[in-house]
């Protein structure tokens, strides 16, 4: 699961949709499309049009996987930072009622700007 409690920071690179987990797939609702996949060295976290979903592989085979679902409607407030000149990763933060914050570093190449109207659009409708 997220750690919200000790905001852990997620560092993340942008991936297709073709390289996303095919478990992801299985939670997918009808008319639940993904709008932005990320990767870590072995987790991956997804953006659907309704919610956020994070795949923590754990264990040395990574036989074992944690899935966290944060619907868009259950979060109060987001930041998000672009990238500059010298600092290159582009960051999101969430604040989820009753659970805390999570922070999602974002390194590469990635229109934050089109992201973060996507998601406004979902959280605030």
């Known amino acids: ?6 905001s852990s920071v997620f560092k993340l690179k942008p991936i297709d949709e073709e390289d996303v ?3 992801f797939y299985k939670f997918l609702i009808d008319g639940e499309e993904i709008i932005g996949a ?3 060295i072995r987790d991956q976290v997804i953006f659907t049009n309704k919610r956020i979903i994070a795949a923590n592989v754990q264990g040395i085979t990574g036989s074992k996987v944690d899935y ?3 619907p868009y409607s259950k979060i109060q407030a987001f930041s998000v930072e672009s990238s500059g000149t010298l600092d290159l990763d582009s960051e999101i933060e969430i604040y989820v009622s009753q659970l805390g914050q999570a922070r999602f570093e974002i390194s590469g190449s990635f ?3 089109s ?3 996507c998601i406004s659009e979902h959280i605030l409708n």
Request: glycine letters at 0%; hydrophobic letters at 40%.
């Open 38 to 40: 990320f990767k870590s």
């Open 115 to 117: 992201f973060n109207k």
């Open 21 to 23: 987990r095919e478990d």
């Open 111 to 113: 229109d934050l700007i």
């Open 68 to 70: 966290t679902s944060i």
């Open 1 to 6: 699961m997220i750690d919200f409690k000790n």
